[in-house]
Nanobody
């Protein structure tokens, strides 16, 4: 059974930083592209970044470039989302997702999802 478990969410002041982690189990981690997507209250789920199985390719949504970094450690079966200079509009539930194949920004192309972790940025 595949499980993705996110951690690291919480409450942070605007301008602060958070690092989210996601540790999948039940799959061969290095064969899966990993993505982070987020959903704010009342909004549609939106793409943040994604990374290829080997870590050599990354893709970011425009608003995330320069502030948010995705990385992975295949030896630890973990993908990370480092978020700096957080803004109130970054408040959302953040989900990690796994996709067999190349990274993709479309949520419907992901095969497995975590339960999400709440990130709240206060002003």
């Amino acid at each position: 059974q595949v499980q993705l478990v996110e951690s690291g969410g919480g409450l942070v002041q605007a301008g602060g930083s958070l690092r989210l982690s996601c540790a999948p189990s039940g799959l061969t981690f290095s064969l899966y592209a990993m993505g982070w997507l987020r959903q704010a209250s009342g909004q549609e789920r939106e793409f943040v970044p994604a990374i290829s199985g080997c870590g050599g390719e990354t893709y970011y949504e425009d608003y995330a470039k320069g502030r948010i970094t995705i990385s992975r450690d295949n030896a630890k079966n973990t993908v990370y989302l480092q978020m700096n200079s957080l803004k109130t509009e970054d408040t959302a539930v953040y989900y990690c997702a796994a996709r067999g194949g190349r990274p993709d920004r479309r949520s419907y192309n992901y095969d497995y999802w975590g339960q999400g972790t709440q990130v709240t940025v206060s002003s």
